[in-house]
């Protein structure tokens, strides 16, 4: 008789058109179940795994957060980056490839291979909208590289920042399947959104939250946790099964805000940068000349409008200036030191050479978030604030350390995405959207220490892997049929130093930033101004000024021929428009830190409609979009305590950290809350009387009465229904808290909402039975501010 009995064909037989693979075939006659085993028919061979084509290279995908074109060493910059020039000494420095301009939509065309918008990856997950283009959630259609190279029998890992999952699902109810672990990876251990806090972060192993066991002051750091980890996974999974490649993701927080690295490393850039940004640009682009990078006809692209030269600072802010850069150097040679930890464990398991290594410097340019002074509080200037430049002066030697919440001035973003114009979130200027990229592959290609300028996209990286690898974009993933993708292999570049470009046609679009390229031309409009991220009156997208440069002969986007060549101008802004439409551009919003807030944003809201929501004493590590939402409405906080009489310490329930956010906590019995806001302005109510033991209603209520985003509230403590502590607060956090703190019962996790307790070790020492949120209905403020929103059918 015929039985099915599993075989696995050769790997290159398989049919990798189809994942899962299925390696379950029919082999012929094998006799009666009676006589199976009692004959001398041969036993059916073990299933064995999946394994890629003979000769797949591991691969290696490291990429750093908010450095531009011009920061790093081996792109001409002042960032000494020695792994980076090892790597690329021994492959490949591609001098014209584009990112998208900011976060998440980097890192989706990054693991998918197709643009931002075609997978609802528009702005970052915390800015999306119900619109198709900016929903933040990936189709299935479109499956990821990891989920494509562990159905073609590789191991997986991701390390670091992911900002891909919908912050609604970040929550203990999850669901789970956008999370790293959903998304094709076996492995994670880092941080799920926009940025963390380097000395106090909060991360998760898989799904499960953790912090370290380590505090700043015992010498740790987020940077060298997370390579201390992909190290470990590395040589655990080369140990147990050398014969099978692994796919690892490191992506750091470093460079992004907050500017956090020991001391050390910033000494070592004392006084480089005093000369200021206008001398740092001039002293790059000569560096980018002699190293290839830049044709030589280059020239420094106009100035940002709005931005003071160096000259133009008085002493103060010029000292406050210097030592931002030297802070963000060493933050940044810091990371790659580390990096070169994970490269050093490769050589020493002897697979560095047969490792595909893409060295990404960078998901967007330089940030220019700190508005022209800097600041120590990024979400003071993320709400419209500037900060005080006399305040950070007396403070200057704490930028970096725990106290500090650093981002540079704008002059250094422009001179670190040296020589083009503009920054991060300018998706129409290749300061916003050209980076480094680094290939290190010395078994699969002969060239060593080059320089490539065909022109390429982030999309381009899956189906370079794929191509690598020797596997095929897959038709159906997991029964669902996939999207095309819309990347091109740059592999064919590998070893052809002067192949003709295989891509030729690319939108940008970020905020109303737009543009394309064709064929070497260029059409780009800037809508916005990137640290100016909160509403700034109407600006109509038909307003918008577009210009016109031919970058086959101007490299920086330097000479404006919009004037000269109109015709020109015209055909590409209705190519535009065609590219747009093809991937869900449109309809356009210019809108930023508004759409932080989800009932804002029109987003779904996890606690949408309701007006209780009660806790137990265990509830922990809510994000900002899973907490209650308590901004811009009255609300009121109800405890119930067991307490222990005049000992009583510690946090009752908190949201945020040092640089924003509440806290409800007791100092020696006595109950007090904080407001902290933007981490400037911190406002606290003190109880006129102390919790006598046994069981309490502890609570506090705010009543909002702004009629506009963070407007003012008064405050009032009681305990068990008695008015014990009052005040007001002139104003209130206007759209979000913080992006790297949480929502915790019992305890304050990450940094202090205030220095009347230690960070970490702030738990509350008595009994906390249940937590209510009394809720007022939702503030009537957003129409307001939806009104910036254009379907735009023609551009």
């Known amino acids: 008789m015929w039985c099915d009995v599993p075989v696995n064909p050769p790997d290159d037989q398989l049919d990798r058109s189809i994942l899962p693979i299925d390696v379950h075939t029919s082999t012929g006659e094998l006799g009666s179940p009676v006589t199976a085993l009692a004959d001398n028919s041969p036993a059916p061979s073990p299933i064995r795994p999946v394994r890629p084509p003979a000769g797949a290279p591991h691969v290696l995908v490291v990429l750093i957060d908010d450095m531009g074109f011009g920061a790093s060493s081996p792109y001409g910059g002042p960032c000494e980056m020695p792994t980076a020039e090892r790597l690329s000494a021994g492959g490949l420095r591609y001098s014209r490839f584009h990112v998208t301009a900011l976060c998440s939509p980097t890192r989706q065309a990054l693991l998918t291979g197709r643009n931002h918008h075609s997978v609802g990856m528009g ?78 972060p909060q991360l998760y192993d898989g799904t499960t939250p953790v912090e370290p066991e380590r505090l700043p002051e015992d010498g740790y750091h987020l940077t060298e946790d997370l390579v201390d980890r992909a190290v470990q996974w590395v040589s655990t999974q080369q140990a147990l099964t050398p014969d099978k490649p692994f796919f690892c993701y490191l992506a750091l927080g470093a460079t992004h805000a907050p500017f956090h690295v020991g001391q050390e490393w910033i000494d070592k850039y004392a006084g480089r940068f005093d000369s200021g940004w206008d001398q740092q640009r001039e002293q790059t682009l000569a560096r980018q000349k002699g190293l290839g990078i830049v044709p030589e006809s280059t020239v420094l692209a106009p100035w940002a409008a709005g931005v003071p030269h160096w000259d133009e600072l008085d002493p103060a802010e010029r000292r406050v200036a210097a030592r931002f850069m030297e802070t963000y150097a060493g933050f940044a040679e810091h990371a790659d030191v580390q990096v070169g930890r994970l490269v050093d464990t490769l050589e020493q398991l002897g697979v560095l050479d047969d490792t595909l290594v893409l060295y990404l410097l960078g998901d967007n340019g330089a940030s220019g978030e700190g508005g022209p002074e800097g600041t120590i509080r990024e979400h003071l200037v993320g709400h419209g604030f500037a900060d005080d430049t006399a305040d950070m002066d007396a403070r200057r030697d704490s930028i970096g350390d725990p106290t500090t919440y650093p981002i540079y001035p704008v002059g250094w973003a422009l001179a670190m995405n040296t020589p083009y114009q503009w920054t991060k979130q300018v998706a129409s200027h290749y300061g916003g959207t050209r980076d480094g990229m680094i290939v290190h592959w010395p078994g699969g290609m002969d060239a060593r220490g080059q320089v490539r300028h065909q022109w390429h996209h982030v999309i381009d990286v899956v189906p370079t892997v794929l191509d690598a690898v020797g596997v095929p974009h897959p038709a159906t993933v997991g029964g669902v049929d996939q999207q095309a993708i819309e990347g091109t292999s740059l592999r064919y570049s590998f070893d052809a130093p002067d192949a003709p470009d295989r891509r030729t046609t690319q939108y940008f679009e970020i905020v109303g930033n737009r543009g394309i390229y064709h064929r070497g031309w260029t059409a780009t409009t800037r809508h916005g101004t990137p640290w100016l991220m909160v509403d700034g009156g109407d600006r109509p997208f038909e307003d918008d000024v577009w210009e016109l440069y031919d970058t086959t002969t101007d490299w920086s986007q330097a000479r404006d021929l919009a004037r000269e060549l109109p015709g020109r101008l015209a055909e590409l802004r209705e190519l535009f428009v065609i590219e747009a439409g093809r991937h869900q551009v449109f309809p356009l919003d210019d809108r930023v830190t508004e759409r932080e807030n989800a009932a804002v944003a029109g987003r779904l809201d996890l606690h949408a409609g309701r007006t209780t929501i009660t806790f137990g004493p265990q509830v922990a590590r809510l994000t900002e979009d899973a907490a209650p939402n308590v901004k811009n409405r009255s609300h009121t906080v109800t405890i119930h305590v067991e307490a222990l009489g005049h000992d009583d310490s510690g946090v009752l329930v908190a949201q945020g950290g040092r640089f924003g956010g509440w806290s409800l906590y007791c100092i020696d019995g006595v109950l007090h809350y904080a407001y902290n806001r933007y981490g400037r302005d911190l406002t606290t109510v003190r109880a006129d009387r102390g919790i006598a033991s046994g069981p309490h209603e502890l609570a506090a209520r705010l009543q909002f009465d702004g009629s506009v985003p963070g407007g003012g509230a008064q405050v009032e403590l009681l305990i068990d229904g008695d008015v014990v502590g009052t005040d007001r607060l002139e104003a209130t956090t206007a759209f979000y808290f913080a992006f790297d703190e949480t929502f915790n019962v019992g305890v304050d996790r990450g940094t202090p909402v205030t220095d009347d307790y230690p960070p970490v070790h702030n738990g509350f020492t008595g009994d906390i039975h249940q937590v209510r949120f009394d809720l007022a209905p939702e503030d009537p403020l957003e129409v307001d501010v939806r009104r910036r929103v254009t379907t735009l059918a023609s551009d």
């Open 123 to 200: 702005v970052t997950t915390e800015m999306s909208t119900s619109e198709p283009g900016y929903t933040g959630y990936r189709p299935a259609s479109a499956a990821t590289l990891a989920q494509i190279l562990g159905g073609n029998g590789y191991s997986t890992a991701a390390f670091g920042k992911w900002h891909q999952t919908p912050p609604v699902e970040i929550s203990p109810s999850g669901p789970f399947t956008r999370w790293p672990t959903g998304e094709g990876f076996d492995a994670f251990y880092g941080f799920m959104g926009a940025e963390m806090n380097h000395w106090y």
